[in-house]
């Protein structure tokens, strides 16, 4: 294995086995050295991870906003009004909770005596509002109040250890017969750790399903599932390290998973059918793991990368938050790499020849025909037994029988217009509701009923109105006004405060103990979801308080968790192009890099961003429009989560670059054999049909079982990505694809010679040459 055989009276020297082919052909040897040191890795993080590991939280806060300088300029002032507020509810449907003055005395003062309080409000003894709608503390019939803590960090992050404290304060209330339940980020707090083991039951279910039923052995179908599982808990034990080092947000575990699962039993899929054509073509198992290594392993290892650089994109947009879980799930796409090239070998070498031998049907691998006629003998062959380009074809190999894939490519080489047009069609039908997209951040009235932060939300909102559960915090920082000029100051605001759009109640202004900041409580008509929240927002910060102190040498600020919430949608979308144009640029670099076409790169790039556009297409659809949302456990229509386009664009572009590599890697190496551009996309798609169609569905199936997940934005991401695996497997893959490679023909692997003498040289099909100047033509 180490030294490659020249073909039959070429004269060719004897070419040194690859660093993949040499890695693969080891592992294979050593199976049981490599597989016991991955255990051990895995027992090891896990053990450690236990130990030391850090806890996920959510934190918003951006430096730099609008909304974080206004909590700064509280925090410097009134450390008491400042900090992370959230609600403690509590009602009771029989009686006036004026009848609980002691025990409410009592939970208030508990509660300010915890770590991270800086205040806590006692309803019963707080003024309540006049002059305008009842926003509390206490309802009017007073069945229904809400304790205001202040912390000084976000309750989300304190970690789950908290609440026990927390039950502990407010004990009292309970055992007198009152309900108490915990809103905004401390109900968030009390949410229920998810729990993705059935999600990753149902994926791993229909994975043995599909691969049984796609290729017949027990052995090879069970294999990528058991080596993307070690990967996967290998992965998240590295996560769990970084977590203890800095802040990621509750999702990235979840994220982590299901990037981890879908990749992973993909690659080494795409290594296991590779290995068992090659032992089924009569090679021995070592050689068989190490050429597949050399080959479909180079194409993982290109795709890996790609994914990765995808992911790595999102640091872009300059929000630690949003480029921490592109972090967390290019963790286990690094684990899902090193385990197909390494791993996976070493399991090929376990089962040696009796990977077949328990099987529900005729085992098949790629069923792969070989090159098209113009192939033949003369062609020098690769290290996987394909030819290898550099040599022009001489003879032809005997006739050989094309099955339903290549009859259906020749189809489309018959009218490739339709099929393009078609293609583009049912992509644009999808992608039509993501022109009317609404961005923001989804609210407690979207969680489940068992949520204890969804109970007071309900609460909250039946008693004081759906702006209760976000109100809005106003500062008005005077420091730098004269003491002579302040009254006239306070009455101009008050008045301009009288009546905003959009706005239930505004709280009279109150001053600081110190007397240089103002400070009010704005109230939304809507939910803080809602897009009237948000312009309220706009409103207050960009109009009308700069108008109401213009001409003094005041600042004002709109603060709060809402107002935070909207500061991080501006920026996000604002940098949404940005983080687009970055991610499709480094691709297309990639893929142009690899295949030394420019057009085939420019087409990649277009098809997946159309792709793309279809599966938001497809997630507005049913969560912000309400198609099929109840459904899904969503109670009522809500806004796309403002970071979710943000991630999908990034996951979605990297993965489907995936079976884009692995496609176009085929369709060059037969270009690269025949020269031959119609014939080379016939022959690739009926080799790739097979495994590309059932690595597509195992994806699906492993995203679409985290639709029943509790967290809202872990099912817009688990049914985006499913669709848009589904949408590029199927309409990109079956349709656009074939069309345009049709209608390039030979222009499709141009690249000016300025250009291919500039770009490295990357070898996707492991042939230890590029060698396609020749063929395409490069001037």
Not at 646 to 664: C, Q, T
């Amino acid at each position: 294995m180490s030294h490659q055989q020249p073909a039959h009276g070429s004269g060719t020297p004897v070419r040194r086995a690859g660093v993949l082919q040499a890695t693969g052909s080891w592992c294979a040897r050593h199976f049981v050295v490599v597989i016991v040191l991955w255990i051990a890795a895995l027992v090891a993080l896990q053990a450690v991870q236990h130990a030391y590991g850090g806890d996920y939280s959510d934190n918003f806060a951006i430096p730099g906003t609008q909304s974080q300088d206004g909590l700064d300029v509280l925090e410097k002032h009134a450390p008491s009004a400042g900090g992370y507020s959230s609600q403690v509810v509590v009602h009771d449907a029989d009686k006036s909770l004026s009848g609980l003055s002691s025990q409410m005395s009592t939970v208030v003062g508990s509660l300010q005596k915890l770590p991270d309080v800086l205040s806590a409000q006692n309803p019963l003894t707080a003024p309540s509002s006049t002059g305008g709608p009842d926003v509390g503390p206490l309802s009017a019939d007073g069945k229904t109040a809400y304790i205001t803590v202040r912390f000084s960090e976000q309750p989300s992050s304190l970690g789950s250890g908290y609440l026990d404290g927390v039950d502990s304060a407010v004990r009292p209330l309970r055992s007198a017969g009152a309900a108490v339940e915990y809103g905004g980020s401390l109900g968030e707090l009390a949410r229920p750790k998810a729990n993705d083991r059935v999600s990753e039951a149902i994926g791993f279910g229909v994975a043995v399903l599909v691969l049984l039923i796609g290729f017949g052995s027990l052995l090879a179908a069970l294999l990528p599932l058991i080596t993307a599982l070690i990967c996967v808990v290998c992965g998240l034990g590295l996560l769990g390290l970084l977590a203890a080092a800095t802040t990621f947000a509750t999702v990235s575990p979840t994220l982590a998973t299901m990037i981890g699962l879908g990749v992973g039993i993909d690659y080494a899929l795409f290594l296991v059918t590779r290995h068992r054509q090659n032992l089924m073509d009569g090679r021995d198992p070592v050689a068989a793991a190490g050429a597949a290594t050399a080959t479909s392993g180079r194409a993982v290892l290109l795709s890996g990368c790609t994914v990765i650089i995808a992911l790595c994109g999102l640091w872009v947009s300059g929000i630690g938050f949003i480029g921490k879980l592109g972090v967390a799930a290019a963790v286990t796409v690094v684990t899902a790499v090193l385990g197909a090239l390494t791993l996976v070998p070493a399991m090929l070498g376990l089962t040696g020849r009796y990977i077949d031998r328990i099987h529900v049907r005729k085992p098949v691998a790629e069923v792969e025909p070989g090159p098209e006629p113009g192939a033949g003998a003369g062609a020098e062959p690769g290290p996987d037994g394909s030819a290898r380009p550099g040599r022009e074809p001489t003879t032809e190999r005997g006739p050989t029988t094309h099955g339903t894939w290549h009859r259906y490519a020749q189809r489309v080489e018959r009218r490739p217009w339709w099929f393009l047009a078609a293609g583009v069609v049912v992509l644009a039908v999808l992608a039509f509701p993501v022109l009317f997209i609404q961005l923001g951040h989804i609210g407690d009235g979207a969680d489940p009923r068992s949520f204890t932060d969804r109970r007071a939300y309900d609460l909250m909102s039946s008693a004081f109105g759906p702006g209760s559960n976000g109100p809005l915090t106003l500062v008005i920082d005077q420091s730098e006004v004269p003491q002579s000029d302040r009254s006239a100051l306070e009455s101009q605001v008050q008045q301009s405060l009288a009546k905003v759009s959009d706005a239930a109640f505004i709280t009279p202004l109150t001053a600081t103990q110190d007397g240089d900041v103002l400070t009010a409580t704005a109230y939304s008509v809507a939910a803080p979801q809602d897009e009237r929240t948000t312009s309220l927002v706009d409103h207050l910060s960009d109009d009308v308080l700069p108008a109401a102190v213009h001409g003094t040498a005041a600042d004002t600020y709109v603060t709060g968790t809402t107002a935070a919430q909207v500061d991080f949608l501006d920026i996000v979308s604002s940098r949404l192009p940005l983080i687009i144009a970055v991610v499709v640029g480094l691709a297309f670099l990639v893929i142009l890099a690899v295949f030394r076409g420019l057009l085939v790169a420019v087409k990649a790039a277009l098809l997946n961003v159309l792709s793309i556009a279809a599966s938001y297409g497809v997630v507005v659809a049913v969560f912000q429009w309400g198609w099929g949302g109840p459904a899904l456990g969503v109670s009522g229509d809500v806004p796309i989560e403002s970071y979710v386009p943000m991630m999908m664009f990034a996951i979605v572009f990297g993965l489907s670059m995936d079976y884009e590599i692995f496609l176009l890697t085929r369709i060059h190496e037969a270009w690269l054999a025949t020269n031959d551009p119609r014939a080379s996309v016939a022959h690739a798609l009926e080799i790739t049909a097979r495994v590309i169609t059932c690595a597509a569905l195992i994806m699906v199936s492993v995203f679409a079982a985290f639709i029943i997940s509790d967290n809202i934005v872990v099912k817009m991401l688990g049914l985006g990505l499913a669709v848009s695996v589904l949408i590029d497997a199927t309409v990109v893959r079956l349709l656009l694809v074939p069309a345009v490679m049709t209608l390039l023909g030979r222009a499709a692997w141009w690249t000016p010679r300025w250009l291919d003498r500039v770009l490295p040289h990357l070898d996707a099909e492991g042939s230890g040459t590029t060698g396609g100047a020749k063929a395409s033509g490069n001037t």
